[in-house]
């Protein structure tokens, strides 16, 4: 009785302290020494722009845009800031901020508010931003990363205004504006300082992207622009206070931004080294020389003259309207990871559908997109699991991958793929034939029936009742075929495979592998 008592109060602390599992008593993780840099502790905090995959934009009811469009097509007064027009919250972007802050485990705020950021640069129409520093949507949280199990906890979420886009002509000495993304929703999501090598700030905006993508709350693709990450870097020795930060801004890529934090880490220590100090500063970054330069040191940097925005009023959350958002909330990854393996996927298959779906574009509007998880679940219905992953990822993404396509370029609808199957499982074409068939279908960009497909195509299974047509197919094979013959005899059954292959392109793919098989068995005794 006493040591089940322990093991249940043991299980309770475990829970309790899971999100800080990590960390020693003052809350701070446990220094561990790393190889390239060996007495020095490397510290990462990261502030995250992402979109919100919301139709219209963040204050006003214009359409929101694509990198690429025409420039100054999707642009309100509101958002070209001409006086008189006012900011109207967009619900969407409510919403999808607060599903990604259910997602972070963050507490979301009864009350926030919003506050407009002065500064003066030709891509801020209005002068300032609008953005929630001081009483941010939602406070706290952590993001549990898969590799190492680490917790990186978030300190605050907020809501703001995207910029416009300004383009430096260097040969004709101006800047071009384009108002498109001027006034679209952003989400900040700031991280407490706990990475601690470059590696776990890739892991972290990984898994970030992964949970966007999952709520439908952003696209995450830092190449096109839609999440863009500053991050901030210091050094300290060991089981010494954190360093100086310094903040480094525009990294287009997961990978740039690992090389970025190494170069940054070099540079820090070669100052300490030295005898110098770090001082703060915001940097950018040079891909071609993989290290960062100075923008602008901490005296430099502008005063933003924070104040309360007068025409929008606090935003109030109740209760029953987060616990709606938090009902209809989408499953995220490491649940989907978890119900997959449960159907009887194997970890490994279960990963290659989630990156299929990671890399994919989301709904607006929290709508669901695309996904290479969902197209499974309904493949998966009345079906063998095993079946539908096993056509899904080596024939589907498979044949799709060997023509360079993705799986947003799918043209195979979920109902032929699935009536292909029933096809394949019910014998009435033979497996041969059903690759054969999909590859038909997507080649030809085919919406016909399967059924209708193999018909035309010759390939419904022959009807061999009494199996006389195979047995002509593996005589004629056995003739054309005497050196495999005699090495089959010998014993070397690993021939066998030509002669079944031989019998397969003389019934043109319609005969049963297996019946092949064991009527040349029969016949090579
Ligand atoms: N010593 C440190 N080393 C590395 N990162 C740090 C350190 N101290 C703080 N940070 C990180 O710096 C970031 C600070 O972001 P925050 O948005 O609060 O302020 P800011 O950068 O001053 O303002 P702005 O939003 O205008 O850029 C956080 O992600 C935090 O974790
Ligand atoms: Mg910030
Ligand atoms: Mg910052």
Redesign the pocket.
């Known amino acids: 009785m006493i040591i089940r008592q322990c093991s249940w109060r043991a299980r309770q602390f475990q829970q309790l302290w899971r999100p800080f599992n990590f960390r020693n008593l003052h809350g701070q993780r446990e220094a561990l020494e790393d190889k390239r840099w060996p007495g020095w502790e490397v510290?990462?905090?990261?502030?995250v722009h992402a979109q919100i995959k919301s139709r219209r934009k963040l204050f006003s009811d214009t359409r929101t845009s694509r990198p690429g469009e025409t420039p100054n097509a999707f642009v309100s007064s509101y958002d070209a800031a001409l006086p008189g027009t006012l900011p109207t919250l967009n619900p969407k972007c409510v919403e999808l901020a607060v599903r990604t802050a259910l997602a972070l485990n963050s507490q979301i705020q009864s009350r926030s508010a919003f506050d407009r950021k002065h500064y003066f640069y030709s891509d801020l129409p209005a002068g300032y931003q609008i953005t929630q520093r001081y009483a941010p949507l939602a406070q706290g949280g952590y993001l549990r990363l898969p590799q190492g199990g680490v917790n990186v906890r978030i300190?605050q979420i907020q809501l703001e205004q995207d910029t416009a886009k300004s383009t430096l002509d260097a040969r004709r000495r101006v800047t071009q504006v384009d108002l498109n993304r001027a006034g679209s929703g952003l989400m900040e999501i700031?991280?407490?300082?706990d990475m601690r090598s470059p590696e776990e700030a890739g892991d972290y905006v990984r898994t970030l992207q992964a949970m966007l993508r999952s709520v439908g709350a952003s696209d995450g693709s830092m190449e096109l622009g839609s999440l863009r990450c500053?991050v901030?870097?210091?050094v300290n020795k060991l089981g010494y206070p954190?360093?100086t930060?310094c903040?480094i801004k525009n990294l287009n890529s997961v990978k740039f931004m690992t090389v970025a934090i190494t170069s940054e880490v070099f540079r820090h220590i070669q100052l300490l080294e030295s005898g110098q100090t770090v001082p703060q500063e915001t940097r950018g970054f040079d891909e071609a020389k993989a290290e960062t330069f100075k923008l602008r040191s901490k005296e430099d940097s502008p005063d933003y003259r924070y104040m309360p925005d007068p025409n929008l009023p606090p935003l109030l959350l109740s209760p029953e309207y987060i616990d709606c958002i938090r009902k209809s909330m989408p499953e995220l990854p490491e649940a989907t990871r978890r119900r997959l393996t449960r159907m009887g996927l194997t970890e490994q298959e279960a990963e290659v559908l989630m990156a299929v779906d990671a890399g994919r574009e989301v709904g607006f509007d929290g709508e669901p997109g695309k996904g290479a998880v969902a197209y499974f679940d309904r493949l998966a219905q009345g079906r063998n699991a095993r079946t539908a992953v096993n056509w899904m990822t080596h024939e589907l993404l498979g044949q799709l991958a060997a023509r360079k396509e993705t799986f947003s370029d799918n043209p195979v609808s979920l109902g032929q793929l699935g009536e292909l199957i029933d096809m394949v499982q019910s014998s009435k074409i033979t497996g041969t034939s059903g690759k054969t068939l999909l590859r038909h279908i997507i080649s030809h960009r085919s919406t016909a029936s399967p059924l209708t497909l193999a018909q035309e195509l010759s390939l419904v299974a022959i009807s061999d009742d009494d199996g006389v047509l195979v047995k002509k197919w593996c005589s004629e094979a056995i003739e054309a075929l005497p050196e495999e013959v005699d090495k089959v005899r010998q014993g070397n059954l690993k021939v066998m495979n030509r002669l079944v292959g031989k019998v397969m392109q003389l019934s043109g793919g319609r005969a049963n592998a297996g019946d092949v098989r064991s009527v040349l068995g029969e016949l090579l005794q």
């Open positions: 510290v990462v905090g990261i502030e300190t700031v991280s407490e300082p500053d901030n870097v210091s954190h360093g930060r903040e």
